[in-house]
């Protein structure tokens, strides 16, 4: 079938996904998206009743190679990519990087490891997260952390990352849940970041968990770099002079120099039960039929953010709301109460199924 070329076939914006970009081509053309959406697309071979993207297709249609959109687009990458390292639902991403996008909203599917555009230095909440982007002028050390981020992606790789962040976003969230007295100055960051990002008297307008994530996510990641490090790793778990060297390093990262006194707390957990296993894949991974949440999932989280933004006091028990959430999920698995070890189920195994 031979396929008119577009007059203005814009390009394809990084990660986004195919419905987004053939959606933007059609209304910047004034077409109807669904007959831009059948000449770009054909039924899937197994017979079903869902329709894919042929990139040839939509090469003839942009007059751009097929490999060139499969740069910026991952659905047309041959083969597929591994959909576990990207999160498993599209978003929007930074409103000014999509700016210079015309035909109306971007949906991307970002990487794990993308948590702030540090072009425009704004805050990209977890997919799963309800909340807006926010900005992070007066936070330039969010900005550094995902920087930070990144480069343990490039050293250590996607899984070992992903699971050593979330991990160093949970327990930042466990010990911002204990008294100030049981805590360092990250602590009293974690409430500074918060009364910036949610000021005090507005939480009812201004709480989300992304924003929580955003107000320990610095500690989280210098954490996660030592997590997702095998000489950390093996220093966790062997001599009792290597756990000192470790407790250093630990109170070092969290400006805590009392760190290390109890044995019972969240980073010793870690040492004694999850250092010497591999990093946990994602529960929930990118299914491409279903690339919007639907409408009653969105609702029972609308309903719990509220429940937390009305209890939300950065000084007690703040980093519950964190906890719990589902971005979290994967991780979570393996979670513990820091005291109450009886928890931990009778083969000392610390995982247990998380529904
Ligand atoms: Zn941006």
Known sequence: MLLPRLP?????????????????????????????????TEREASGG?????????????????AHSLAGALPELRTPQPDWAMFRHQPQPGCHHCNAKHPGGEVIRILPHDRYVCTRHQLWLCPSDADGHTTPLDALPEIIHAQRRHLRIVQRYGWAVTYDAVLTGILICGQLWSLPENENGEAWHEWVRRSNILIPPGTAEATFSVARLCAAVYPEAVALASLFASPHWRRRAERTALDRHLFNAEIAKRLRHPGY????????????????????????????????????????????????????????????????????????????????????LLPNGDSYYKFS
Request: proline fraction near 8%; charged fraction near 20%; aromatic fraction near 6%.
């Open 8 to 40: 203005d076939p814009v390009p394809p914006a990084q990660h986004e996904i195919a419905a987004s970009y053939i959606g933007r081509l059609a209304r910047l053309h004034g077409l109807e998206i669904n007959v831009l959406w059948r000449c770009a």
């Open 49 to 65: 009743m869902r329709r894919v993207v042929v990139p040839e297709r939509l090469a003839a249609i942009t007059g751009r190679t």
């Open 260 to 343: 290390g006194q109890h044995e019972n707390d969240p980073i010793s957990h870690w040492a004694n039960m999850t250092a010497k296993r591999p990093p946990l894949t994602p529960i929930r991974i990118h299914d491409q039929k279903h690339h919007l949440r639907k409408p009653a999932q969105r609702t029972a989280t609308q309903r719990a953010q509220q429940r937390h933004a009305h209890a939300f006091d950065p000084y007690h028990r703040a980093g519950d709301a964190l906890t719990a959430h589902r971005h979290l999920a994967t991780v979570f698995r393996r979670a513990w109460h820091p005291f109450r070890s009886h928890t």
